[in-house]
């Protein structure tokens, strides 16, 4: 969902968050905290960001002693169920907090300790979308929709078309005159979404017989994919490595920034909305320190620097008055009452759908 860093980089990234603090004797005193996060998901200190992290061990002398990262919501789960892993902050999408609290695999958050939590909105709370139903799990920490970028040159060559013309929905996967030119994401979710809405079914089907609809649609597009991609999306797209690929909204506009040769088409068929939430694992060691941070992460001027830095659209209503007039009138960020009537959430699905989705994007990428 997000960049992905190379090995390299993500360490002396790490490197350089931390070793800032160690000359700060009053950092680790009230104790430690590990963080597992997706791929720059939050401002860094790059690029003339805030450093949230080095923010918030200065004001609470709690130490982020470990801060991983993940490419896709099943890594991090597969991670959490191994039993190998001892996070007190994880940022789950809405069906995948759905699934952790089903399976008793995360903390309730104490809403006492939050002071912040007012600046959420209601509308993308877990209580009103429908992913923490009791509203004790989570804490809405960014949300967005699925589009498509494109790049407007490559388009036209291979064409012969104007780009918005040809560029209109998921059908433009299937066109053969973009063999070895198109991405698709590696996630069996976000691809079975793809083919789904193409075949005019909700994106959180779990009759057998669509699931197996879907899996012939992604067969038959196998030959026309370059590579199943996810993070890696961002330097192949900037550098014109293809035409086109599905991606996350914010993480598009992060895109466009870098290459003015690329577009964005919202899907005409309709797309996916998401809402990635904060949350505790279950045992988590320092759950005191993690409501203390997930705080942290709802005041108005960090939850403004974060969306600065990652361009995901924000659920923080005190955060996005702050935000500039550009960002909060991006229709790509924040989309039409019209687009969004056209968007639809993703549901924790049933154990035995999940199952065959799984073995069936199996199958498909073998």
Same mark, same amino acid.
């Given at each position: 969902m997000?960049k992905?860093l190379s090995?390299?980089i993500a360490?002396?990234l790490t ?6 603090c160690?000359?700060d ?5 009230n104790?430690?905290?590990k963080?597992? !996060?997706?791929?720059e998901?939050?401002?860094?200190g790059?690029?003339?960001s805030?450093?949230v992290?080095?923010?918030f061990e200065?004001e609470? $002398?709690?130490? @982020? &002693?470990?801060?991983d990262t ?13 039993g ?7 940022f ?5 907090i759905?699934?952790l609290?089903d399976?008793?695999?995360?903390e309730?958050?104490?809403? #006492? +300790? ?5 600046n959420?909105?209601? &509308?993308?709370?877990g209580?009103v979308?429908?992913?923490?139903p009791? !509203? ?5 920490y960014?949300w967005?929709?699925?589009g498509i970028?494109y790049n407007k040159k490559?388009v036209e +060559?291979?064409?012969g078309?104007?780009a918005?013309e ?13 063999? #070895?030119?198109?991405?698709m994401? *590696? ?5 079975f979404?793809?083919a ?7 994106? !959180?089907?779990?009759d057998?017989d ?12 196998k030959?026309?994919?370059q590579?199943?991609v996810?993070?890696?999306m961002f330097?192949?797209?900037?550098? $014109?490595?293809a ?5 996350y909204?914010?993480d598009?506009?992060?895109?466009m920034?870098?290459?003015?040769e690329? $577009?964005?088409?919202?899907p ?5 909305i998401f809402?990635d939430?904060?949350a505790?694992?279950k $045992?988590a060691?320092? +759950?005191?320190?993690a409501?203390?941070? *997930?705080d942290?992460l709802?005041?108005?001027?960090i939850?403004?620097?974060?969306i ?8 923080n ?9 550009d960002l909060?009138?991006?229709?790509i960020?924040y989309?039409? +009452?019209?687009?969004?009537?056209r968007?639809e959430?993703? @549901? ?6 999940t199952e065959q989705m799984?073995n069936?994007?199996t199958?498909i990428r073998?």
């Open positions: 997000k992905l090995i390299f360490c002396c490197a350089s968050l931390f070793s800032g160690a000359g004797s009053e950092v680790g005193k104790g430690t905290l963080i597992f !996060n997706w791929g998901y939050m401002s860094d790059t690029d003339a805030r450093n992290i080095r923010e200065r609470t $002398g709690i130490k @982020v &002693e470990a801060y993940y490419d896709s919501n099943e890594q991090m789960y597969a991670k959490l169920k191994s190998s892993s001892d996070y007190d902050i994880i789950p999408s809405d069906y995948m759905s699934r609290i399976e008793d695999m995360v309730k958050i104490d809403f #006492d +300790k939050l002071e912040n939590y007012g959420i909105m209601d &509308e993308y709370k209580d979308y429908g992913y923490d009791t !509203n004790e799990y989570s804490v809405p960014t967005g929709t699925v970028v490559m +060559k291979l064409t078309q104007p918005d040809v560029v209109k929905g998921w059908s433009v996967f299937w066109d053969e005159r973009f063999k #070895d030119n198109m991405f994401f *590696i996630n069996s979710r976000d691809s979404m793809i789904e809405k193409l075949l005019g079914y909700s994106l !959180n089907e779990t057998p669509r699931l197996k609809q879907a899996a012939s649609k992604l067969r038959e597009q030959p026309y994919v590579a199943y996810m993070d890696e330097d192949k797209m900037e550098n $014109g490595e035409a086109l690929s599905p991606a909204a914010g598009i506009i992060t895109m920034d870098y290459n003015e690329l $577009g964005y088409c919202f005409e068929e309709g797309t996916n809402v939430v904060v505790i694992p $045992g060691k320092n +759950k005191e320190n409501e203390k941070f *997930i942290f709802c005041r108005a001027d939850a403004k620097a974060n600065e830095y990652i361009s995901y659209s924000t659920p209503r005190a955060a996005y008055e702050k935000l500039d007039e909060r009138e991006s229709e960020a989309p039409s +009452k019209e687009r969004l009537e968007c959430a993703f @549901v924790n699905l049933s154990p035995e759908a799984e069936l994007w199958e073998k």
